[in-house]
């Protein structure tokens, strides 16, 4: 049986953080910091020699083991922070573990970073024999790949292939890089994320070429944050939390319980947000809106929800008019960063007009399964009165589009052990799929 191209022993890398400076307060006079400035050499060196405290080591990566056969594709899942890039630094040969040993059998290709592998001063063509010259190929066996590459990368990268590379987007950087790293086809390709930085089309053909390679025996590590891809893509899934491995096992197990775990229940808020105090209405002042406070189900004010989960918005009010106002419509809206109006929950729609309301209560919109996809909106509120020849009561002006915000969490939405993303879109529909064979008569 053959040796398998990656294995991994006791891997750890230590890094030593905030390298013991001596916080110095600036002097108050000119010759004071004259002084301190001469003087940073020798506090530099004395921080150097000194023995680092406990509080300023940090193990990017503890006895890490694992092994990667031939053909095999490899999933790595964490959270930010827990060792993924360090680790592929290490395998990639960038940086030198502190302890235990990596050994790669075959050429290897790496994507870690946008640029990385390329030299900005050169043009595309000669990166790409650059690149090939790297992995011990011939320029005879480089020109026959050359147009594959290139055409692979697309138009664009095509029409700047004579162009030094620092003038390219970052999009056409991924492009190139990735048209390079698959089909020089070395035996390894590790790759880190970048092809997240690539529009949907061409993910989704970096996708399928990764698919292609890994049948064909190329053995790929692939670290994301994209527990679909993940999913779609591996073989197997390398959990790692805090420098260590937590789990290695199949892709929809160990995903599922990455999310999981990752799904911590969402931050209490501190309260309603205030809106008594705002000058940014519309209205004569029959009606204002004091307070806005978002709900779980266990009736707790929260600053975040999960994808799919349940939550109460509630508007608190106060009428200043003796007469009590009547066919009164409420509304929230659900505001991108981009301040674009996704959605918008709305008496009218439900046929729900307030026949008269007392001069001081409060209004409860119950979504019963949130379908908006991972990411912060702005709340929207607004107060309408149909009365004849009536203003609106209350509508805050759209500048401040501040009733409150609210961050929607990741979640399994569809109990297959993939967390919606909100890359994938803003909303997120109930779906199923069928297939049936096309009569050839």
Known sequence: MSQPPIVVEKLSKLYRIGM??????????????????????????????????????????????????????LGIVGHNGSGKST???????????????????????????????????LTGRENVYMNG?????KSREIDLLFDRIVEFAGSRVARMIDTPVKRYSSGMYVRLAFAVAAHLEPEVLLIDEVLAVGDA??????????????????????????????????????WMEHGRIREIGPPAETVRNYLETMLAPPRVSEGPTDLGQTDQRLGRGRFRFRSVTVLDRHENAVQEVHLGGSLDIVLEYVCRDEEPLSRV???????????????????????????????EGSVRCTIGKLALAPGRYTLEVRGSCYEPESELPDVLQDEVLSAGELTVLTADYYRTGTGFMGSLGRYVCEHSWSQSATDSH
Request: charged share 25%.
């Open 133 to 137: 010259a790297i992995l011990g190929l």
């Open 20 to 73: 013991g400076y001596e916080k110095v307060e600036p002097a108050a006079s000119l010759i004071g910091r004259m002084a301190q400035v001469s003087a940073g050499p020798f506090r530099y060196a004395r921080s150097k020699l000194r023995a680092p405290r406990e509080d300023e080591l940090l193990w990017a990566l503890k006895d890490v083991s694992f092994e990667v056969q031939k053909g095999e594709f």
């Open 201 to 238: 089309e061409f993910i989704q053909r970096s996708y399928r070429k990764l698919k292609e390679a890994s049948s064909e025996g190329q053995t790929i590590l692939f670290v994301s944050h994209l527990m679909g891809s993940i999913t779609e893509l591996a073989h197997r899934v390398v």
């Open 329 to 359: 419509a409420f509304s929230v809206g659900f505001r991108d960063p981009d301040g674009q109006v996704l959605t918008c929950c709305w008496t009218k729609h439900r046929g729900q007009d307030f026949a008269k309301l007392p001069a």
């Open 87 to 121: 680790l592929l630094k290490i395998l990639s040969r960038i940086t030198e573990p502190t302890s235990g040993w990596a050994e790669l059998r075959g050429r290897v290709g790496s994507m870690l970073e946008v640029g990385t592998g390329f030299h900005p001063e």
